[in-house]
């Protein structure tokens, strides 16, 4: 039984979904499978994409901002009342918006039903219902629990505190930062096991006082996602993500502000492609016009031939935390990227598979220097699948799951 906040169909529009999509996709084909998934507005239709990668679902109403009418009066309400639990629990308020009473319910019957051999619930914030289900299990030594972290809720604040020029800002995202990690430490008692998607991850959970702790990555379904690069003129470099993700906001800008204008200049010719749900919002609401070679695409449902075409993946992140999918798409695909030291945690700092710059000045001379050696982009290209195919595959990540499994 899979647990997650976000219904894995064909759309979802992020790395994290992405992943927990080809996760059930890969699942599916050894063992029988249910998607206990919370199922937001307008979703009452997709769950038949998910019963199409082989398994079975069962949809948990979860009021979101795409209420309308009185259910967005019960919204207001659901979100009063997750911020008086996160008062009184001392729990990050994004946890307690999560949980409710009926959906632990829901979750509870469907485990009941199904009777998995092992439930894994994916996401930091969905870990109230692992307590819960502990709960419910008592001392038997089924269900096993697997808790999958995907990122340390801690690492965004703390980095967030980091990049604050106000005070009273840093000292919230610190405060912030510390109740995720009392919580964090919580979460992992109430797990069998609990993964972490990086190494670094691991290392900063089991500082903080995470127990049973396993480092697993996500990865690429690389029977799905073929290399195929052959770059064409114009030369387009591509960033892809869901620009309602603030690292990938934060990221975008330095692109737009500090990166490309000095890459234009030297590269007239170039362009800038942004990719990802909201990605022309992002555009269209800057204070400042964007610099010349920049466009924005939107959601793009098959992303092969952009992929294919553009010379390289740019991605300066400073944000965020665990494992990130857009690179790890980037090199499945042959694209070859330059990265940040965040963008690459989890994955290699080894140049001759990324190109890895710090966000500073010497992030548009990167771009630069990679742009203009194709013999070096195609050794990357060819390095990066090869990486993603012996490390990254879901056919060896879910093998390694099936022996938490029966552990």
């Given at each position: 039984m899979i647990l997650t906040p976000y219904l894995p169909?064909?759309?979802?529009?992020?790395?994290?979904?992405?992943?927990?999509?080809?996760?059930v996709t890969w699942l599916a084909r050894r063992h029988r499978v249910l998607v206990a998934s919370l199922l937001r507005p307008g979703e009452e239709g997709l769950?038949?994409?998910?019963?199409?990668?082989?398994?079975?679902v069962a949809g948990i109403p979860f009021r979101d901002k795409g209420a309308a009418g009185p259910a967005k009066v019960l919204l207001a309400a659901d979100r009063a009342l997750a911020a008086v639990a996160a008062a009184a629990t001392g729990h990050?308020?994004?946890?307690?918006?999560?949980?409710?009473?009926?959906?632990?319910?829901?979750?509870?019957?469907?485990?009941?039903a199904f009777a998995p051999d092992a439930i894994q619930i994916e996401y930091l914030q969905m870990g109230l219902y692992c307590r819960d289900l502990r709960r419910w299990r008592g001392a038997a030594p089924r269900p096993r629990l697997i808790l999958n972290s995907h990122e340390l809720g801690s690492v965004p604040r703390d980095r967030h505190a980091g990049l604050a020029a106000n005070p009273v800002a840093r000292r919230l995202y610190r405060r912030e930062a510390a109740r995720w990690?009392?919580?964090?430490?919580?979460?992992?008692?109430?797990?069998?096991?609990?993964?972490?998607?990086?190494?670094?991850?691991?290392?900063?959970?089991?500082?903080?006082?995470?127990?049973?702790?396993?480092?697993?990555?996500?990865?690429?379904?690389?029977?799905?996602?073929?290399?195929?690069?052959?770059p064409v003129p114009p030369e387009r470099h591509l960033f892809l993500g869901s620009f309602q993700h603030r690292p990938n906001r934060s990221?975008?800008?330095?692109?737009?502000?500090?990166?490309?204008?000095?890459?234009?200049?030297?590269?007239?010719?170039?362009?800038?492609?942004?990719?990802?749900?909201?990605?022309?919002?992002?555009?269209?609401d800057r204070k400042a016009p964007a610099p010349d070679g920049v466009r924005a695409l939107g959601f793009v449902d098959d992303l092969a031939e952009l992929f294919g075409s553009c010379r390289l993946f740019v991605a300066p992140l400073t944000e965020g935390g665990g494992i990130k999918i857009k690179i790890l798409e980037a090199m499945?695909?042959?694209?070859?990227?330059?990265?940040?030291?965040?963008?690459?945690?989890?994955?290699?700092?080894?140049?001759?598979?990324?190109?890895?710059?710090?966000?500073?000045?010497?992030?548009a001379g990167s771009v630069l220097a990679a742009a203009a050696d194709l013999d070096a982009c195609r050794r990357r290209s060819a390095a990066a699948r090869g990486l993603i195919e012996e490390q990254f595959s879901w056919r060896s990540i879910t093998e390694r799951l099936a022996d938490l499994y029966r552990d």
């Open positions: 169909h064909r759309r979802v529009g992020h790395g994290g979904g992405t992943a927990v999509r080809d996760l769950e038949d994409e998910v019963r199409d990668l082989g398994a079975e990050p308020f994004y946890i307690r918006k999560y949980w409710s009473r009926s959906a632990a319910a829901h979750i509870r019957a469907a485990a009941a990690r009392s919580y964090q430490v919580a979460a992992s008692t109430w797990a069998d096991r609990t993964l972490c998607v990086t190494p670094e991850d691991h290392a900063l959970y089991a500082a903080m006082g995470g127990r049973n702790l396993v480092t697993m990555p996500l990865g690429m379904d690389t029977a799905a996602v073929t290399c195929a690069w052959h990221a975008a800008e330095f692109l737009l502000t500090r990166v490309w204008p000095e890459v234009h200049r030297a590269r007239p010719e170039a362009l800038l492609l942004l990719a990802g749900r909201g990605s022309r919002q992002f555009l269209a499945a695909r042959g694209l070859p990227v330059v990265t940040s030291p965040v963008g690459a945690e989890g994955i290699t700092t080894d140049p001759r598979i990324l190109a890895v710059s710090p966000c500073d000045e010497s992030f």
